[in-house]
Every structure is written in structure tokens, then in C-alpha cells.
T-cell receptor, first 113, second 112 residues
Framework: DTAVSQTPKYLVTQMGNDKSIKCEQNLGHDTMYWYKQDSKKFLKIMFS???????INETVPNRFSPKSPDKAHLNLHINSLELGDSAVYFC????????????FGNGTRLTVT | DQQVKQNSPSLSVQEGRISILNCDYT??????FLWYKKYPAEGPTFLISISSIKDKNEDGRFTVFLNKSAKHLSLHIVPSQPGDSAVYFC???????????FGSGTRLQVQP
């Protein structure tokens, strides 16, 4: 009954491959996010969707494409993976008011070799 | 540019004592601040927040203080417990953006 679940937990792949990370939330929230935790441990926003509509798209390469089939899911597709994409990717969700806290998944550790 | 800074990467305190974690920000538009706690191999979990109209918010053993003129906030944990050992992230946002800007975290170790 995990609130925000993302799969896989670990992902090891080679440069140039295409991969996807899935995220689902069962909290009934209307907003979902992808954050990237880089090597310096900063958590940086990549994308945000509200009711399936993209509302935040930070300066992320076009190789990254989020897809939200419904309010409860936000998947992340990454094409032509590069070494620099290695990081931990966190999915999160929130509800309603702008200042409602985010609920995070446990992260997906992506390693590109 | 790091708009939210946690200059102490680690902090060690004795059980029962006070833990003080600090955070500085540079963006004057930030009006809401949060602290998250993160255990290894887990996602961050929300701990406590404060709006810019307040200078203090308390929840049990956790108190957050905000000094807007200094663009500084701090998290006080008292008394500290070994289970508090984790990485603590400071985060900030401006109302309407719906995205948090995080600091790099402070690893707190509470010694029994």
C-alpha cells in the first residue's frame, strides 16, 4: 500500500539505450513531479504535471520525456542515455494548495555505463 | 546558482541534546519553507514547514525558525534521539510555482 511507488528501484544500462521509469501514486493527489538527485546531492525539479497537464518543465534535455496517462501515473522516458544521466530519480506527488507537502517515492538509481 | 544552501554537510550530537540545522536562501521571492528528512534508500519525507508570515513553527520535538531579514532558517530538534539520524533537506518555494528548491542536505548523526 505504498503511497508513491516507482519502478524499477535500480536500473543499470549502457550509453545510447532508451529506458523508462514508472511512477504511481495512490494518494488521490492531482500533481506529480520528477526530481533528480545529482552527484552533489541536490534534488532538482525536472517536471511537474497537474491533472495530466505539464506545468513545469525545467531546462531538461529533450531526451527526457514525461508521460502522464492519468492523474495517478507519471512515467519518465529517457532516450539515448548518456553517462551524465546517472543519478537517483525521485517521483513525488502533492495535492491542491500550492504549499502542500510533497510525498516522495523511494527513488530509482540509474547507472549509465 | 544555489538558491538554497546548507553549508554544513554533517552534524553529530549526543542523544538528549539539541540538534540545530541551518539553511540560507538567496531568492527573496521564496515565501514558504520546508524541512524534509531522508533515510538511506528511501525518499525524503516531510517534517515541518513555515510560511514567511511567521517566524516560528513548532511540532513536538521539532521547531523551525525563520529570519527573513537574514534569509536564514533553522531546524531545532530537542531532545535529539538516535532515530533522528538521517539527512535533512531544507526546501523553499514561492507560492504558485508548485516546485520546491532544495538544499544539498545535512547528515545528522545522533550518538547514543
Amino acid at each position: 500500500d505504498t503511497a508513491v511507488s516507482q519502478t524499477p528501484k535500480y536500473l543499470v544500462t549502457q550509453m545510447g539505450n532508451d529506458k523508462s521509469i514508472k511512477c504511481e501514486q495512490n494518494l488521490g493527489h492531482d500533481t506529480m513531479y520528477w526530481y533528480k538527485q545529482d552527484s552533489k546531492k541536490f534534488l532538482k525539479i525536472m517536471f511537474s504535471y497537474n491533472n495530466k497537464e505539464l506545468i513545469i518543465n525545467e531546462t531538461v534535455p529533450n531526451r527526457f520525456s514525461p508521460k502522464s496517462p492519468d492523474k495517478a501515473h507519471l512515467n519518465l522516458h529517457i532516450n539515448s542515455l548518456e553517462l551524465g544521466d546517472s543519478a537517483v530519480y525521485f517521483c513525488a506527488s502533492s495535492q491542491g494548495a500550492n504549499n502542500s507537502p510533497l510525498h516522495f517515492g523511494n527513488g530509482t538509481r540509474l547507472t549509465v555505463t | 546558482d544555489q538558491q538554497v544552501k546548507q553549508n554544513s554537510p554533517s552534524l553529530s550530537v549526543q542523544e538528549g541534546r539539541i540538534s540545530i540545522l541551518n539553511c540560507d536562501y538567496t531568492n527573496s521571492m521564496f515565501d514558504y519553507f520546508l524541512w524534509y528528512k531522508k533515510y538511506p534508500a528511501e525518499g525524503p519525507t516531510f517534517l515541518i514547514s513555515i510560511s514567511s508570515i511567521k517566524d516560528k513553527n513548532e511540532d513536538g520535538r521539532f521547531t523551525v525558525f525563520l529570519n527573513k531579514s537574514a534569509k536564514h532558517l533553522s531546524l531545532h530538534i530537542v531532545p535529539s534521539q538516535p532515530g533522528d539520524s538521517a539527512v535533512y533537506f531544507c526546501a523553499a518555494t514561492d507560492t504558485g510555482r508548485r516546485a520546491l528548491t532544495f538544499g544539498s542536505g545535512t547528515r545528522l548523526q545522533v550518538q547514543p
